[in-house]
């Protein structure tokens, strides 16, 4: 095992029992390791999901020691300061931020040994595994699913209002339901806060490049890319979106907004599949109640994320830590995660039968996309989070100023990028 502060055997021994002696009278001998676990999963479906992981570590025997801090980037700043601190928690939420940490050795543990254990190189998709070793050779993140970003949620209340049957397949099918929504009184698109915004442009901008040109754009920084066509094209969208979207947007969380689509106040919302968990929570049926499509103009391509934990060098029993590690990538335990997630597991070797229509779509579309190139990871997840955040800056400024014009975005997009590496 490669963690650290790990104790030889003996030295284990005399500690335990010199520990043992002090805290026998206030502590069971028989207590579980505790494993401290920062997450930014605060919606009800989130919350749910998370449960499952922290019983699969109780029945590990381990204590799951629970901090949720949901909104935005107020996780990730806590996590920075805690680490700043010297204090890091057992692991944490990472995502976008794996680059920034995982260049430290010093901060982050060394899982190499139990991910040889448990065969982690075979059963983890290739980005991924990428992602999960990023900036060393060694694995610092474990990878727990897959979220599915491209994905439009619509009303079917809202459609048959308006007299739509299916899903818009172009953004042009998409403003003619629009304005209709609009004139029928229905909110025609739910945004959600700030991040949500650069969210929706980044799953506006797959539609607008072809996958190989989203890729040169988004993970090359290619200027010309950036500031061509393609981008002109997505602050455009973007521009046009705007119109359809209400005043109060900025200051409504996600799963607010997937509220008004469940309740057929809004027809539609672009976000990521982890909307499905609340419309499953408020016992909503997909195709039913909801339709689970690709935002318009993706076709069967696929964005993606996976959610991952990074591990630090924590001072604290090197089996727990292990075992946590363990629990993440239990199959079992992925899927049950994934079930209330509205993920789908991260493992390949894991079974999705269990799963609905729209899981298993985005399983075989992120299945068939790693073979013919359709399927791209999110830029966050490999780009530094000063080009990321300089981006995102761009998006807003574009959103909020209508003076600023799309091709002037595209440049400043390709600027940003010049500016931040
Ligand atoms: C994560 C999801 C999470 C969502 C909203 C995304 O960045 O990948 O797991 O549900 O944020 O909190």
Redesign the pocket.
């Known amino acids: 095992m490669t963690f650290p502060f790990q104790i030889k055997p003996t030295q284990r021994v005399t500690r335990w029992a010199a520990c043992a002696m002090t805290a026998l009278a206030t502590t069971p001998l028989w207590a579980a390791e505790k494993v401290e676990v920062i997450h930014?999963?605060?919606?009800a479906?989130?919350t749910a999901?998370v449960a499952k992981f922290k019983e699969a570590a109780v029945r590990r025997g381990l204590e799951w020691d629970d901090l949720a801090v949901?909104g935005g980037d107020s996780q990730r700043i806590l996590l920075k300061t805690r680490v700043a601190k010297g204090d890091p928690p057992t692991a944490a939420?990472i995502?976008?931020a794996v680059r920034s940490y995982a260049a430290n050795p010093d901060i982050v543990a060394n899982l190499d040994a139990v991910a040889a254990q448990g065969k982690w190189d075979e059963v983890l998709p290739e980005p991924v595994r990428r992602y999960a070793r990023l900036g060393t050779k060694s694995y610092v993140a474990v990878p727990v699913?897959v979220?599915r970003?491209n994905v439009m949620w619509i009303s079917t209340e809202a459609m048959k209002r308006i007299g739509a049957t299916a899903a818009p397949k172009t953004w042009d099918e998409f403003f003619a339901m629009a304005d209709k929504a609009k004139a029928a009184g229905i909110q025609p698109l739910a945004m959600g806060e700030d991040i949500w915004v650069n969210?929706t442009f980044m799953q506006v901008a797959f539609t607008t490049h072809k996958p190989d040109e989203y890729r040169k754009a988004f993970y090359d920084g290619d200027e010309a890319q950036l500031k061509g066509a393609g981008m002109v094209k997505a602050f455009e969208v973007m521009r046009r979106l705007r119109g359809y979207v209400d005043r109060s947007a900025s200051t409504r969380k996600?799963?607010e907004a997937t509220q008004m689509v469940i309740q057929g106040r809004a027809f539609a919302q672009v976000m990521?599949d982890?909307a499905k968990?609340e419309f499953t929570v408020a016992g909503k049926r997909q195709g039913a109640d909801y339709l689970c499509a690709t935002v318009p103009g993706s076709g069967r391509g696929h964005v993606f994320?996976?959610?991952a934990f990074l591990f630090f060098k924590v001072a604290q029993n090197a089996k727990a830590q292990a075992d946590l590690a363990q629990v993440f990538m239990d199959k079992d335990a992925q899927v049950a995660f994934s079930l209330a997630?509205?993920?789908v597991p991260v493992r390949t070797d894991a079974d999705v039968s269990k799963f609905d229509d729209c899981a298993k779509q985005s399983h075989a579309d992120l299945v068939a996309g790693g073979k013919d190139g359709t399927a791209v990871a999110t830029p966050?997840l490999f780009q530094s989070p000063a080009r990321i955040g300089a981006w995102r800056d761009v998006v807003l400024s574009f959103w909020n100023d209508d003076s600023i014009t799309p091709q002037q975005a595209a440049l400043s997009f390709a600027n940003a990028a010049k500016a931040n590496r």
């Open positions: 930014w999963w605060t919606s479906s989130e999901a949901g939420q995502n976008g699913n979220h970003q969210f996600w799963n990521g982890w968990g994320t996976s959610d997630k509205g993920s966050n």
